[in-house]
């Protein structure tokens, strides 16, 4: 597991850290894994299809031919697969605004956290018992549900300089959990 899985595991098996900073947390995770798996020139791709670029009519024909020509792009990248696959169902829905764009890597997004939820299961369950294993899992899959696809699809394709700090440690006493 790559760190940011780590510290979700961690925070989502410590009943010390509320939901809200479990799902800081996965968003740091997914955020990581966007970075290190979708290419840069996709996300352009990506953002061409949704902004209407060689396409000011907006038809959809072309957006699924410029779909098409994405995947190369997203070849290796089961997250940018998944990306561009949620692009094509939102274009078939007739939606070609960016919007969309930041739900359909929203939806991918999510996909790849549930898909990561489970490799963290099966880990606490060779390390542990079924009821922890259980209890992370519901945890982790509460704090992805309650992501919205839209923010974290716009946190990920156009990421402000703030968002990139990492998880916020709490030091003070008043920090702790609320009571």
Known sequence: MRRPWKELAKRGDQRAYDSEQV???????????FKNEVSGPLIYALKDVFTGRDNSLGLP????QQLEEAKALAAGSVFGMNAVAWSIQLVYEGRLDKQALYDAVGFA???RGFAN???VEEHYLRESNQRRANDVRARLNSAISGLSESKLG????????????G???RT????GVPL
């Open 23 to 33: 799902a800081e947390a996965a968003t740091q995770a997914l955020a990581n894994d």
């Open 117 to 119: 939820v489970r490799s």
């Open 109 to 111: 997004a999510k996909e």
């Open 167 to 169: 998880l916020r440690k």
């Open 61 to 64: 024909e072309i957006a699924f």
């Open 154 to 165: 716009s946190m990920l394709v156009d990421p402000h300089p703030a968002a990139a700090r």
């Open 172 to 175: 003070d006493l008043s920090d």
